[in-house]
C-alpha cells in the first residue's frame, strides 16, 4: 500500500484525466412463475441484437448472460452505461419469457452440473478440470483500468493484493447457493477457491517473474493458457489492462462503478508509487488467503481481516481506510464527492447479501429473494441506438 505520508508527493504527478476503465457484469437468467435459473442464454443474446457501444454475450453456462460496456473515463459516463447495458440484457430476457437476477450464485435450480454452453474451449477446460465445473455457476463483476505497459501492471498487481479483501467485503452478493443458505456473504468465491489458480495473486518480482510462473502453470497443466488465469488481479490476456476480478456481480447499477471507481483509483496510486521505485508489500499470501475467506463469510455487515496488522476490524472501517488511501487520486479526478455518496447510499441499504437476506426474512421463502433480484434490475425504457433482432 502507498504510504499516507506520499500522498501529497505522488498526486502532484496525477493526470487530472482518469485513465479509462470498463466494467463487464454476468447475470443470471430466471423464468419468472418457477423462480428458477433458466438455460436460455443464447435465445436472450440473439434478441438482445446489437446497439451504440458495448456487448452483450453468452457466459460459461447456458443459464448466464454478460454485458460489457465499452472504456470510459468519467464515472458517470461509465455509471450511465453500465444502467443501460443491464437494461438491454433485462428487456431482452424479458422478451424471450424470462428475467435478469444479479446475484453471485442461483437462488434456487438443479444447477449441479450445469448446463455449459457448447463452446470448444468450454468443452477443453471440461476435459481438463473435470468435477471443479460443477460449481461454477457463478457471476462476478471484472473491471478493467488502461495500462499498456505490462511491467507496470504486474508490479501494480502487488500493491492492489493487500486491498483485495475489503473489495471483497463490499461487493458480497452470493449467500444462497440452489435453494440453500450458505452462511456466506460471497459463497461464489468459496466456488472458485478449489481452483488451481485463483484468490489473491502472488507477488511479483519483474514481469519476467509472471511470466516464468505463468509458463510454468502450463507447462505443469494447472492452466490452459494466460487467458484461464483467474487470480483477482491479472494483466488482461488480450487488452492493454490490468483487471481486477474479485467482487461479486452487483446487485444494483449503482455499485459495480463504485468497485470500478475504487479499483481505479488504487491501480493509479500504485502505479504512481511503483514509478517512484515502490514495488508493494510482501503481505503473505496465508494472510491475505485468510483475510480473503473472512470477507467471503462476514461481508460488509461483519468483520474483516486488517492485512496491515493482521487483526479484526469492522468491515465498514475498512472500508473507510481504503478510501482514505484513495482520497488525493479522487479529490484531483473529482470524483470524491460522487464515490463517498455511492458509498454512504451502499451503508444505508445494505450489502447485496443483507439485502438477499432480509428479502427472505420477510416470509421465510426463497421466491422472495428472487423476486427481489428481479425487482432490482427491472428493465426500463427502450434506449436509442439499440436493434432487437425479434423472432418470427
Known amino acids: 500500500?502507498?504510504?499516507?505520508?506520499?500522498?501529497?508527493?505522488?498526486?502532484?504527478?496525477i493526470d487530472p484525466v482518469p485513465p479509462t476503465a470498463g466494467i463487464e457484469e454476468e447475470f443470471f437468467l430466471v423464468d419468472p412463475h418457477t423462480r428458477r435459473v433458466a438455460p436460455d442464454a443464447a435465445e436472450v443474446v440473439r434478441r438482445a441484437g446489437t446497439?451504440?457501444?458495448?456487448?452483450i454475450s453468452t457466459e460459461f453456462t447456458k443459464y448466464?448472460?454478460?454485458?460489457?460496456?465499452?472504456?470510459?473515463?468519467?464515472v458517470d459516463d461509465l455509471a450511465t452505461e453500465v444502467a443501460r447495458m443491464r437494461d438491454i440484457a433485462a428487456t431482452a430476457a424479458t422478451e424471450a419469457g424470462l428475467r435478469v437476477t444479479a446475484t453471485g450464485t442461483p437462488v434456487q435450480g438443479d444447477i449441479v452440473p450445469p448446463p455449459i454452453a457448447d463452446i470448444p474451449r468450454y468443452r477443453e477446460t471440461t476435459a481438463m478440470f473435470r468435477t471443479l465445473q460443477d460449481g461454477q455457476s457463478i457471476s462476478a463483476c471484472h473491471v478493467h483500468v488502461h495500462m499498456p505497459d505490462p511491467e507496470l501492471a504486474v508490479l501494480v498487481s502487488n500493491h492492489l493484493r493487500p486491498w483485495l479483501p475489503v473489495l471483497l467485503s463490499m461487493n458480497g452478493n452470493s449467500p444462497y447457493w440452489a435453494g440453500r443458505d450458505t452462511g456466506y456473504a460471497s459463497w461464489r468465491t468459496l466456488s472458485w477457491s478449489g481452483w488451481p489458480v485463483a484468490g489473491p495473486p502472488p507477488y511479483y518480482e519483474s514481469r519476467d517473474h509472471f511470466d516464468e510462473l505463468v509458463g510454468t502453470l502450463v507447462a505443469g497443466g494447472a492452466l490452459m493458457d494466460r487467458r484461464s488465469i483467474f487470480w483477482d488481479v491479472r494483466p488482461s490476456a488480450h487488452l492493454p489492462t490490468i483487471e481486477v476480478r474479485v467482487a461479486d456481480v452487483a446487485a444494483t447499477a449503482f455499485e459495480g462503478p463504485l468497485f470500478a471507481a475504487l479499483v481505479r483509483a488504487l491501480v493509479t496510486l500504485a502505479a504512481q508509487a511503483v514509478r517512484h521505485g515502490d514495488r508493494g508489500p510482501r503481505t503473505a499470501p496465508e494472510l491475505?488467503?485468510?483475510?480473503?475467506?473472512r470477507a467471503a463469510r462476514d461481508g460488509l455487515e461483519g468483520k474483516g481481516i486488517d492485512t496491515r496488522t493482521g487483526k479484526l476490524r469492522d468491515a465498514g472501517q475498512l472500508v473507510e481506510s481504503l478510501l482514505a488511501e484513495v482520497r488525493p487520486i479522487l479529490t484531483v479526478w473529482g470524483e470524491w464527492d460522487r464515490?463517498?455518496?455511492?458509498?454512504?447510499?451502499?451503508?444505508?441499504?445494505?450489502?447485496?447479501?443483507?439485502?438477499?437476506r432480509a428479502a427472505y426474512a420477510e416470509r421465510g421463502h426463497l421466491?422472495?429473494?428472487?423476486?427481489?433480484?428481479?425487482?432490482q434490475n427491472r428493465p426500463g425504457s427502450l434506449h436509442k441506438g439499440r436493434t432487437v433482432v425479434h423472432s418470427g
Open 1 to 13: 500500500m502507498a504510504g499516507t505520508a506520499q500522498h501529497a508527493h505522488i498526486t502532484r504527478f
Open 339 to 356: 464515490v463517498t455518496g455511492w458509498w454512504q447510499r451502499l451503508r444505508s441499504i445494505g450489502s447485496g447479501a443483507a439485502r438477499q
Open 64 to 74: 448466464q448472460v454478460e454485458t460489457r460496456t465499452d472504456p470510459f473515463s468519467d
Open 367 to 375: 421466491d422472495d429473494v428472487v423476486d427481489c433480484l428481479i425487482e
Open 51 to 55: 446497439w451504440s457501444g458495448g456487448s
Open 288 to 293: 491475505l488467503r485468510a483475510a480473503s475467506w
